[in-house]
């Protein structure tokens, strides 16, 4: 297989330290950190369930929520580039502050996703896509064309075309994922079992956005690991 160039991405990827990084680590039983397998915290419940293949797709990516998708360098720039950029980016920025995390079923996954809706947090998402942009070299073809294969309106087909991903702007969701697409039977019983443990898991309220985070993908077979965790301020 021909050499493929590392891809990175600006995630919002709590601190190693907190009880939302561990609980969702667990979940997909991946250390971003570290680079390495944890034992699968399996919600009780789900115990006869194939728990390594449900969250196979998202323990690639490790636990975070996407605010840049993963991209090649464009031409000239490079990593040590892209990460004083992004330490200066965060250099002036204010958290954001959610009002709490919910388990959610979106589409056939599960994730976590806001409790209540934030405006502050589409604008920052948005503006983290847009200032990172010159480091992104365009979509492959075969990005591309894996992309097209998704039904998307026209302006998400716009957004693409403009920011190699779809869900930016008004389409972006902020969303934590915890497994991969399930069966329709198991959805339910799965987003009531790990809604329970992250109750039990993770203390309720606020949710602060303190920090970017830049995880690296040396090549399209390799897991995602932090590269850089840069905290507001």
């Known amino acids: 297989m021909t050499a493929t160039p590392p891809r990175y991405a600006i995630y919002f990827a709590p601190s190693a330290d907190s009880a939302l990084w561990r609980f969702g680590s667990g979940a997909l039983g991946y250390d971003a950190i570290t680079g390495g397998d944890l034992p699968h915290a399996v919600p009780p419940g789900c115990e006869g369930l ?52 919910a388990v959610n079923a979106l589409g056939h996954f599960i994730a ?14 948005f503006d983290v896509v847009q200032a990172f942009e010159p480091f992104r070299a365009p979509l492959s073809e075969a990005d591309l064309a894996r992309r097209l294969q998704s039904p998307l309106t026209p302006a998400h087909r716009a957004y693409l075309e403009a920011f190699g991903y779809p869900y930016v702007g008004d389409a972006f969701r902020f969303h934590m994922t915890l497994t991969g697409a399930l069966p329709q039977d198991l959805i339910a019983p799965v987003k009531t079992a790990l809604s329970s443990a992250h109750a039990q898991a993770v203390p309720p309220g606020e949710v602060v956005l303190d920090r970017i985070a830049i995880f690296k993908q040396a090549n399209r077979l390799s897991r995602f690991t932090l590269l850089d965790s840069l905290p507001f301020g």
């Open 50 to 101: 194939d728990w390594a293949a449900l969250t196979a797709e998202p323990r690639r990516y490790g636990f975070h929520a996407t605010l840049k998708a993963p991209f090649e360098l464009s031409d000239g720039r490079s990593e040590g580039a892209l990460r004083a950029f992004a330490r200066n980016y965060v250099a002036g920025r204010a958290p954001v502050e959610l009002a709490g995390l």
């Open 112 to 125: 976590l996703t806001p409790a209540e809706p934030s405006e502050a947090l589409q604008h920052f998402a």
